[in-house]
Every structure is written in structure tokens, then in C-alpha cells.
């Protein structure tokens, strides 16, 4: 047995590494990436070229990431801020109940295991996300952030690396 669940309308680039146990649907997979096991990514999001997503992580609709990122283990996004199962009058939400809320994780950066990251948020070129972070707004490029919520911690020197 095979034990991968990906829809017909999943666009998968070249050379594109997959782990079993995962779950894919309508979204696009860039060229050289890699995605772990017990990964679910959801219709409408965007992995770039030569990234690794890494095991037990959740990718929602309305998420975009970008070339070369990291995503550690158990990493989950966050695409509706206010969630409800059901309406105001009780009845259960359908899609026309809620709009997708984006989220951004910009080229080169790096999210570490266990990290939550909010919706309406955008991570900047290749800032890193402590693991175990919760991150609640804007990460500025290089970066460093860590903590629930997540916080500056400093930026990278690029003469140290």
C-alpha cells in the first residue's frame, strides 16, 4: 500500500520528495521540496521551491510560503481568527460562513517544531521562529522570535553566518 491520499488537482513540481501518511488537495508544491510524514497540506496553499516541511504539520488554506523555508515538526497555521462551528442562528457554517484569512512565510526562513502561527501575519526572508513559538504578527526580515506570543529576540548577523 501506498498510503498517500493527494488529489488530482495537486500541482507538484519536479523532484518533489514525499513521506506516506500524508494528505494533499488543491494546493501547489514547488520544485525540490520535501514534506514529511502525517503532513496535511489544504487546498489553496502555495509551498515554494526547496523547502522542507517537516512532519505532523498542518499547512491551511490561505497559507503561502515561499522559496527555501524551513517548517519543523508539528508546525500548525492558523487561517480564521474568530472560529465558530456554527452560525449565528445554529445552524452548521459552510464556506460561504468565512473568509480565509492569509499568511505569508517569505523566502529562506525557518519555523521551528511545535510553533503556531496566527493568521494575517507575514514571516520576513529568512527570520527563524523559536520552536514552540506562538506567532501573533509581523516578523521582520532576519529576525529571530521566540516565546507565546512570539517576541524579538535579536536579528542574525550576517557576518556570523
Known amino acids: 500500500m501506498n498510503y498517500l ?9 519536479t ?6 501518511f500524508i494528505n494533499l488537495y488543491g494546493c501547489e508544491i514547488g520544485d525540490n521540496s520535501k514534506i514529511g510524514a502525517f503532513v496535511e497540506i489544504q487546498k489553496n496553499a502555495k509551498i515554494g521551491k526547496n523547502c522542507k516541511i517537516s512532519s505532523h504539520t498542518f499547512i491551511c488554506e490561505g497559507v503561502t510560503i515561499e522559496d527555501n523555508v524551513f517548517i519543523g515538526h508539528n508546525v500548525t497555521f492558523i487561517n480564521d481568527m474568530y472560529p465558530r462551528a456554527t452560525t449565528a442562528d445554529g445552524s452548521p457554517q459552510t464556506e460561504d460562513d468565512w473568509k480565509v484569512e492569509a499568511t ?5 526562513a525557518s519555523i521551528g517544531s511545535g510553533a503556531t502561527i496566527l493568521a494575517n501575519v507575514t514571516i520576513g526572508e529568512r527570520a527563524i521562529i523559536g520552536a514552540g513559538s506562538v506567532v501573533t504578527r509581523e516578523v521582520p526580515p532576519k529576525a529571530i522570535v521566540a516565546g507565546n506570543p512570539a517576541a524579538l529576540m535579536r536579528f542574525i548577523d550576517d557576518k556570523a553566518q
Open 15 to 20: 523532484n518533489v520528495k514525499l513521506a506516506k
Open 104 to 108: 505569508l512565510v517569505k523566502n529562506g
Open 5 to 13: 491520499c493527494i488529489s488530482d488537482d495537486v500541482k507538484l513540481g
